[in-house]
């Protein structure tokens, strides 16, 4: 019988969950986006009101793409995602619309943004739903994706319906619906089924109101659909339904034979032909072909028809399309279940076999081989090996499962044992395994390789940015203490011992490794350890202060690494140079090397590269005082972040300018969550990590009121001072001045004094350095001429927000003495701030003036937080774009921004406006342009982009200037 001949017309006892879904979608159709995930246990009804699902997503016109995840794709990236969006008789996508990819470790990340813009370009034609069930099954790279696409997409009109069972936390998609529920998803939970429920598709199946005894047995199927029609079906099988007086009764409660029975006793009454079929088909997978089951069973196809029949009379098989399948997934597991363990592992084998010889990668077969390979069997262990060197790079634990397997199959003299150990002790160090599994990595490196393969294997583990400096460096040393190294490969590990050492904020230790390390890497001329260590030595030089000297080592050090080919590696310098030219006054140059870098990266598809200058060239533009687009970028590029992924000193200093701009902006949701941030980074960090961490905390704890907090958290490090942070901000002594003053603490104040002074005796040229020295030391001893001082020097170099901190409190030193110009020098300060959006810092000087009783009137452009006037440029060029109908590829594209920086700046907007989706946006923008129609065309399209000219315009003449009295 075929599945589909007793699914009830309509869908019983889930009405009230499926209203949720219709809400979900009718918003979908109304233009904005939905998450929703339905959990359940097995046979509780997951597939069949997905199934629904997709009938009322074809009433609104969405189209949907629908996928039910495999278990043995699991370890296969992204297999998952791909079928839903461009697979099936009727593909949700053209898989032309889709550049091809290379097999490159950084794939998913431009996969991810490829799928992304296609999607949302999709989407703006028509709304989509992507259904993906069964995803308890899903490979990490489809986790990964319903975890960032939901969220990055947010505002486009698709449906993401996806239906799991319970899963234990460590599979990825249990954490990716955590993720998804925290941000606001639909979750829609099966439970058993009412009584009325069960009543109604016991009618239905058996043509007739059910009788009481029918009922009984209804009941014990405990509101589980799956089992509820196994039972009926089972009692219309045995043909014990009697149907009198328009009921549908049976003469006892005995269960049928196919549900009371083990599946061992069903097998039993079937023909040994279909026996034989089924239990070999259970090793193929869900799916199947006849062609499989034939040779796996040495028969002809044609010996197959009569015992398929049977199996799909008895309801084990359904037709799936070209393919055969098991009626459920419990039908299955039961059936693998019957059989004994060596009997079902002997199939497995045998199965993957047939599978590879069909073509099927490595990866597709990995898990079955694990399960079913007994010692020494070579095409296990290569099979193993080659997955796992497959999915190193994007799915870590599979990798370290299938290496760690491979070694138990390979006899200790097998040829390839010490390739297999590389490849396992890098995945086991990658996908953060427990210490216990760490330690069997380094004790099987050391019983397997040569010293020479155990130091080449530590090597590639001490350059793993996606890792932890402190266990980057530790790699490291465990290969410095091995025996008989060579001399290339020593220097190799020297240098990158003291580049680790360095970026984790162990300074000191950095600087004694110098000397050893130069005379390794002079001995041997390795290109490579020279770049490292000349990297590591300008880092330094950096560290200390010594601007000018860094400038010139790290340009030489681009220099030599371009002239050796090492360019991805010099695109780092090359950043590190431009953040020091910036303390420098050499903005200009800094953000040329910023806009070059972003290109490269981009064109040459470098995802690590370009998401560090993305984040550098963010927290350039705090510097020059454009927060909301620093804000933009940061908010979109951590959006994700919980804090246990920020382990390098770049991301650190990220979080920190997303910290500091959401202060400016009184940015709440954007403070709590730095404040949960930071503490997960300052328990978990390097020094340096945990310098970050202090100092984004304080800066929660100032944004709260509460400069007392802020003291505590700059002052509850152990390792070392709070500042200078690495790589640093030449003003934050600013900040740390002003806790300082606040609290009456002299430390801090000391701290603040020392780092200016020393900082500006080392760099005379920079007028920001020397500018911060005279504001903290005027500050400090309020001392008017310092703070003029500061004042002055901030004017001429471009550091605005710097200059609005100097100006206010010259205006409360002023207060003294002349009350009239501190009055007028807070009201510059007020200008200034509500020029750059620093909302927080208005607002702070607003009530300086109100508790001074001050009573005549400022004028001064007062800051809309609603509408249109409240825009800012970045966010008023991506308004007038998306009004157009471009995506925000195409956005990103002609602003020189990234998709996130413009879906972050697109949730400005829509908070502004009070609107939940681009439709809406084109909507309002059409209706306050005086027509009614959504914009149809690029013409009509422009008539937001006016109005937005208009408010900016307006705000910008001397009639929009508007006058409030400080009361």
């Given at each position: 019988?075929?599945?589909?001949?007793w699914?009830?017309c309509?869908?019983?006892?889930?009405?009230g969950?499926?209203a949720l879904?219709e809400?979900?979608?009718?918003?979908v159709?109304?233009?904005?986006?939905?998450?929703?995930?339905v959990?359940?246990?097995?046979?509780?009804?997951?597939?069949?009101l997905?199934a629904?699902?997709?009938?009322?997503?074809d009433?609104?016109g969405i189209?949907?793409?629908?996928v039910?995840a495999?278990?043995?794709?699991s370890?296969?990236?992204?297999s998952?995602?791909?079928?839903?969006?461009?697979?099936?008789?009727?593909?949700?996508l053209?898989?032309?619309?889709?550049?091809?990819?290379?097999?490159?470790?950084?794939?998913?990340?431009?996969?991810?943004?490829?799928i992304?813009?296609i999607?949302?370009?999709?989407?703006?034609?028509s709304?989509?739903?992507?259904?993906?069930?069964?995803?308890?099954?899903?490979?990490?790279?489809?986790?990964?994706?319903?975890?960032e696409l939901?969220?990055?997409?947010r505002?486009?009109?698709?449906a993401?319906?996806?239906a799991?069972?319970p899963?234990?936390e460590?599979?990825?998609?249990?954490?990716?619906?955590?993720?998804?529920?925290?941000?606001?998803?639909?979750?829609?939970?099966?439970?058993?089924?009412?009584?009325e429920?069960?009543?109604?598709?016991?009618?239905e199946i058996?043509?007739a109101?059910?009788?009481r005894?029918?009922?009984?047995?209804?009941?014990?199927?405990?509101?589980?659909?799956?089992?509820?029609?196994?039972?009926l079906l089972?009692?219309?099988?045995?043909?014990r339904v009697?149907?009198?007086?328009?009921?549908?009764?049976?003469?006892?409660?005995?269960?049928?034979r196919?549900?009371?029975?083990?599946?061992?006793?069903?097998?039993?009454h079937l023909?040994?032909?279909?026996?034989?079929?089924v239990?070999?088909a259970?090793s193929l997978?869900?799916?199947?072909?006849?062609?499989?089951m034939a040779?796996?069973?040495?028969?002809?196809?044609?010996?197959?028809?009569?015992?398929?029949?049977e199996?799909?009379d008895?309801?084990?098989?359904?037709?799936?399309?070209?393919?055969?399948?098991f009626?459920?997934?419990?039908?299955?597991?039961?059936?693998?279940?019957?059989?004994?363990?060596?009997?079902?592992?002997?199939?497995?084998?045998q199965?993957?076999t047939?599978?590879?010889e069909r073509?099927?990668?490595p990866?597709?077969?990995?898990?079955?081989?694990a399960a079913?390979?007994?010692?020494?069997?070579?095409v296990?262990i290569?099979t193993?090996?080659?997955a796992a060197?497959t999915v190193v790079?994007?799915?870590?634990?599979?990798?370290?499962?299938?290496g760690?397997?491979?070694?138990?199959?390979s006899?200790?003299?097998?040829?390839r044992?010490?390739?297999i150990?590389s490849?396992?002790a890098?995945?086991l160090?990658?996908?953060?395994?427990?210490?216990?599994a760490?330690?069997?990595?380094?004790?099987?490196?050391?019983d397997?390789?040569?010293a020479e393969?155990?130091?080449?294997?530590?090597?590639?583990i001490?350059g793993?940015?996606?890792?932890?400096?402190?266990?980057r460096?530790?790699?490291?040393?465990q290969?410095?203490r091995?025996?008989?190294?060579?001399?290339?490969?020593?220097?190799?590990?020297?240098?990158c011992?003291?580049?680790?050492?360095?970026?984790?904020?162990?300074?000191?230790e950095?600087r004694?490794s110098?000397?050893?390390?130069?005379i390794a890497t002079?001995?041997t001329?390795?290109?490579?350890?020279?770049?490292?260590l000349?990297?590591?030595?300008a880092g330094?030089?950096?560290?200390?202060?010594?601007f000018?000297?860094?400038?010139?080592?790290?340009?030489?050090?681009?220099?030599?690494?371009?002239a050796a080919?090492?360019?991805?590696?010099?695109?780092?310098?090359q950043?590190?140079?431009?953040?020091?030219?910036?303390h420098?006054?050499r903005e200009?140059?800094?953000?040329?090397?910023?806009?070059?870098?972003?290109?490269?990266?981009?064109r040459?598809?470098?995802?690590?590269?370009?998401?560090?200058?993305e984040?550098?060239?963010?927290?350039?533009?705090?510097r020059?005082?454009?927060?909301?687009e620093?804000?933009?970028v940061?908010?979109?590029?951590?959006?994700l972040?919980?804090?246990?992924?920020?382990?390098?000193?770049l991301?650190?200093?990220a979080?920190?300018?997303?910290?500091?701009?959401?202060?400016?902006?009184a940015?709440?949701?954007?403070?709590?969550?730095?404040g949960?941030?930071g503490?997960?980074m300052l328990?978990?960090g390097?020094?340096?990590?945990?310098?970050?961490?202090?100092w984004?905390?304080?800066?929660?704890?100032?944004?709260?009121g509460?400069?007392n907090a802020?003291r505590?958290w700059l002052?509850?490090?152990?390792?070392?001072p709070?500042?200078?942070?690495?790589?640093?901000d030449?003003?934050d002594?600013?900040?740390?001045?002003?806790?300082a003053?606040?609290?009456?603490d002299d430390?801090?104040?000391?701290?603040?004094l020392?780092?200016?002074?020393?900082?500006?005796?080392?760099n005379t040229?920079?007028?920001?350095?020397?500018?911060?020295?005279?504001y903290?030391?005027?500050?400090?001893?309020?001392?008017?001429?310092e703070?003029r001082?500061?004042?002055?020097g901030?004017e001429?170099?471009?550091?605005?927000?710097?200059?609005?901190?100097?100006?206010e409190?010259?205006?409360i030193?002023?207060l003294?003495?002349?009350?009239?110009?501190?009055?007028?020098?807070?009201?510059?300060?007020l200008?200034?701030?509500?020029?750059?959006?620093?909302?927080?810092?208005?607002?702070?000087?607003?009530g300086q003036l109100?508790?001074l009783?001050i009573?005549?009137r400022?004028?001064?452009?007062?800051?809309?937080?609603?509408?249109w006037?409240?825009?800012t440029?970045?966010?008023?060029?991506?308004?007038r774009?998306?009004?157009?109908?471009?995506t925000?590829?195409e956005v990103?594209?002609?602003?020189?921004?990234s998709?996130?920086?413009?879906?972050?700046?697109l949730?400005?907007?829509?908070?502004?406006?009070?609107?939940?989706?681009?439709?809406?946006?084109?909507r309002?923008g059409?209706?306050?342009a005086?027509?009614?129609?959504?914009?149809?065309?690029q013409?009509?399209g422009?008539?937001l982009?006016?109005?937005?000219?208009?408010h900016?315009e307006?705000?910008?003449?001397n009639g929009a200037?508007?006058t409030f009295g400080i009361?």
């Amino acid at each position: 019988m075929n599945r589909q001949r007793w699914w009830p017309c309509e869908l019983r006892g889930r009405s009230g969950e499926l209203a949720l879904i219709e809400d979900e979608l009718r918003r979908v159709a109304d233009g904005r986006g939905s998450a929703i995930v339905v959990t359940g246990g097995a046979g509780i009804g997951k597939t069949r009101l997905l199934a629904e699902t997709k009938t009322v997503a074809d009433r609104f016109g969405i189209r949907t793409g629908s996928v039910a995840a495999e278990p043995n794709e699991s370890a296969v990236e992204m297999s998952t995602l791909l079928s839903a969006l461009f697979g099936g008789r009727e593909p949700l996508l053209s898989r032309q619309e889709l550049p091809p990819t290379q097999p490159e470790p950084n794939q998913r990340f431009w996969l991810l943004r490829d799928i992304e813009a296609i999607l949302e370009k999709n989407a703006l034609q028509s709304p989509l739903a992507v259904c993906v069930d069964d995803a308890h099954w899903v490979d990490a790279g489809t986790a990964a994706a319903l975890r960032e696409l939901p969220l990055r997409l947010r505002d486009v009109p698709i449906a993401w319906i996806i239906a799991a069972r319970p899963t234990p936390e460590s599979n990825p998609i249990a954490r990716t619906l955590d993720y998804l529920q925290s941000r606001g998803l639909c979750k829609v939970g099966l439970g058993p089924l009412r009584a009325e429920a069960i009543a109604a598709i016991t009618a239905e199946i058996l043509g007739a109101e059910p009788g009481r005894n029918v009922l009984t047995l209804a009941e014990r199927a405990a509101g589980n659909p799956f089992l509820l029609v196994e039972t009926l079906l089972g009692l219309q099988d045995e043909a014990r339904v009697e149907i009198v007086g328009g009921l549908a009764d049976v003469r006892n409660t005995q269960l049928p034979r196919r549900v009371a029975q083990k599946m061992r006793e069903r097998l039993a009454h079937l023909s040994a032909p279909a026996r034989e079929a089924v239990i070999v088909a259970a090793s193929l997978g869900r799916r199947f072909s006849f062609t499989d089951m034939a040779q796996l069973l040495d028969c002809p196809t044609s010996d197959l028809l009569a015992p398929v029949g049977e199996l799909l009379d008895a309801d084990l098989f359904v037709e799936h399309e070209a393919k055969l399948a098991f009626w459920h997934d419990i039908t299955r597991e039961a059936v693998r279940a019957s059989v004994p363990v060596s009997a079902r592992c002997a199939m497995d084998r045998q199965a993957a076999t047939i599978l590879l010889e069909r073509g099927a990668l490595p990866v597709e077969v990995a898990y079955q081989l694990a399960a079913s390979a007994e010692l020494g069997d070579e095409v296990a262990i290569t099979t193993l090996l080659q997955a796992a060197k497959t999915v190193v790079s994007t799915d870590a634990t599979a990798a370290s499962d299938f290496g760690c397997r491979a070694l138990d199959l390979s006899p200790l003299q097998h040829p390839r044992r010490g390739e297999i150990v590389s490849v396992t002790a890098v995945a086991l160090h990658t996908s953060g395994s427990s210490g216990e599994a760490i330690a069997f990595a380094d004790a099987a490196l050391r019983d397997t390789l040569p010293a020479e393969q155990e130091a080449q294997v530590r090597l590639s583990i001490a350059g793993m940015f996606a890792l932890s400096p402190d266990a980057r460096a530790e790699a490291g040393r465990q290969a410095l203490r091995l025996p008989d190294v060579s001399p290339t490969l020593r220097a190799a590990h020297l240098a990158c011992l003291t580049y680790n050492l360095l970026v984790a904020g162990r300074i000191e230790e950095a600087r004694r490794s110098i000397p050893e390390a130069r005379i390794a890497t002079a001995a041997t001329a390795d290109p490579r350890a020279s770049l490292i260590l000349g990297v590591a030595e300008a880092g330094i030089a950096y560290a200390d202060e010594r601007f000018d000297e860094a400038v010139e080592l790290f340009t030489k050090t681009a220099r030599e690494g371009l002239a050796a080919g090492e360019n991805t590696r010099i695109r780092m310098v090359q950043m590190y140079c431009g953040e020091i030219l910036s303390h420098l006054g050499r903005e200009d140059e800094a953000l040329a090397i910023a806009q070059e870098g972003l290109a490269s990266a981009q064109r040459d598809r470098q995802d690590w590269i370009y998401e560090m200058y993305e984040t550098w060239q963010a927290r350039l533009w705090l510097r020059l005082g454009r927060i909301s687009e620093a804000a933009a970028v940061l908010e979109g590029r951590f959006e994700l972040e919980d804090g246990t992924r920020a382990v390098a000193a770049l991301d650190g200093a990220a979080l920190c300018a997303m910290a500091r701009a959401a202060m400016h902006m009184a940015d709440t949701r954007q403070l709590r969550r730095a404040g949960e941030i930071g503490k997960v980074m300052l328990k978990l960090g390097t020094p340096v990590i945990k310098q970050h961490a202090a100092w984004m905390l304080a800066l929660t704890a100032m944004a709260d009121g509460d400069m007392n907090a802020a003291r505590d958290w700059l002052t509850g490090l152990a390792d070392s001072p709070v500042l200078p942070r690495f790589p640093q901000d030449v003003t934050d002594e600013m900040v740390l001045a002003r806790i300082a003053a606040a609290t009456g603490d002299d430390l801090l104040a000391q701290l603040a004094l020392a780092n200016t002074r020393r900082r500006a005796a080392t760099n005379t040229s920079s007028l920001a350095i020397s500018a911060t020295q005279a504001y903290v030391h005027g500050l400090l001893s309020n001392d008017e001429r310092e703070l003029r001082a500061g004042v002055d020097g901030f004017e001429r170099c471009r550091r605005p927000l710097e200059w609005a901190m100097a100006t206010e409190d010259l205006g409360i030193c002023l207060l003294a003495s002349d009350r009239a110009a501190g009055v007028a020098t807070l009201g510059q300060a007020l200008v200034r701030y509500t020029d750059l959006g620093a909302v927080w810092d208005a607002r702070r000087v607003r009530g300086q003036l109100r508790d001074l009783g001050i009573r005549r009137r400022i004028v001064v452009r007062e800051p809309a937080t609603r509408g249109w006037a409240a825009m800012t440029e970045a966010e008023e060029s991506v308004a007038r774009l998306v009004a157009q109908g471009l995506t925000n590829r195409e956005v990103a594209e002609q602003l020189f921004l990234s998709p996130h920086t413009v879906n972050s700046h697109l949730r400005h907007i829509f908070a502004k406006l009070s609107i939940k989706s681009r439709v809406e946006l084109a909507r309002l923008g059409a209706v306050e342009a005086g027509t009614s129609d959504v914009p149809t065309s690029q013409n009509e399209g422009h008539t937001l982009l006016h109005r937005l000219a208009r408010h900016r315009e307006a705000d910008d003449g001397n009639g929009a200037a508007r006058t409030f009295g400080i009361q």
